[in-house]
């Protein structure tokens, strides 16, 4: 498994079961021999990116608090939403931390979303190998122009009486003689 080729919106199959690449976190200097974490499909699950080895650690999402711990990293990151067009304006922004707790073999993350905090623990190790990577497909990149047109429309001056009358709406004509009226 080539974790290093991974985008936003590639394809992980995890126990057959495929879903989409929705967030990246690249790890600093964790105490642990961990690259990252990978978020996939609607926050189902986490994959750890390892430094080496053969095996990847999935966490699952619980209703378990995480309870006190130690905070390794925390930050931000993009969240791919399929629905939105991939542009950076365009996707979302997940709060994350990383911490140690006390009873815990594995660290547990947390996810902010709005006020909601999902919190990840182990859940299973499977073999690299078993994870498959899926490119997502991208539609060719047209270099045909696209014709686009802009105006600068100046607006009536309403203290014109010749203006007054051109609106073709009664309310409108109503409103205009009101303006008016009042910058007479």
Avoid: W
């Avoid at 189902?44 to 905070?71: A, F, K, M, R, W």
């Avoid at 390794?72 to 969240?79: F, K, L, Q, R, S």
């Avoid at 014709?147 to 009358?165: F, M, Q, S």
Wanted: net charge positive.
């Amino acid at each position: 498994m080539v974790f290093e080729e991974l985008r936003l919106g590639d394809y992980l199959v995890v126990n057959n079961e495929p879903r989409t690449v929705r967030g990246i976190i690249t790890a600093g200097h964790l105490p642990f021999k961990i690259k990252g974490y990978i978020i996939l499909g609607e926050l189902d699950y986490i994959v750890e990116i390892p430094i080496e080895g053969q095996h990847c650690t999935i966490l699952s999402p619980s209703n378990i608090p995480p309870g006190n711990g130690e905070s390794v990293m925390e930050g931000a990151i993009t969240y791919f939403a399929p629905h939105l067009p991939a542009i950076g304006g365009a996707m979302g922004e997940l709060l994350f931390r990383v911490i140690v707790s006390k009873g815990y073999s594995e660290p547990i993350i947390l996810i902010y979303r709005n006020a909601e905090v999902i919190a990840y623990y182990k859940y299973d190790v499977l073999k690299s190998s078993m994870i498959k990577h899926e490119k997502l497909k991208k539609s060719k990149a047209s270099n045909e122009m696209t014709p686009r047109h802009a105006a600068i429309v100046n607006p009536p001056n309403l203290t014109d009486k010749e203006n007054v009358g051109r609106v073709n709406s009664n309310g409108a004509k109503r409103i205009l003689k009101k303006t008016k009226k009042f910058f007479s």
